[in-house]
């Protein structure tokens, strides 16, 4: 009797994750590419610093530039429907065990606006005043 629970919750839990990767895995895999492409544009600009000199502005609208981008990557990764919302939270909670140290786009908005807050038309959120 407890073989076939235990080959019935294997099953349950297989087909379960099967059907999550089916489910959730395109929209996984098109977000990784957001941020891989994100970190790329992001060592360019630091590449940038180091070669041409960019002023502290230049560099925070290059920034500004990148986080946008995956913003809209990110957004396009999801899709429409009732399902998309669905997708995208498995795709958030999956990312980070496929590509760890991943900090979500709200994250490193944050982290642009402390940078960059003396440059309020450069800020993701509204600034303090």
Known sequence: MEKRIDM?????????????I???????????????TTQEDM???TSNVMTRGLS???VCESKFT???NLESCVGATSGTGNTAKVRDSIATMILP??????SSVKEQQSIH????????????????K
């Open 8 to 20: 019935k919750l294997i099953f349950i839990v297989v087909a379960l994750l099967i059907a999550v």
């Open 113 to 128: 606006d402390t940078d960059c807050s003396e440059y309020e038309t450069l800020m993701f959120s509204d600034p303090v």
């Open 56 to 58: 502290k502005r230049d």
């Open 43 to 45: 060592s360019q600009v």
């Open 97 to 102: 065990y496929i590509r760890p140290l991943t």
């Open 66 to 68: 990148v986080l946008v």
């Open 22 to 36: 089916f489910f959730a895995g395109p929209t996984v895999i098109a977000q990784k590419k957001c941020y891989d």
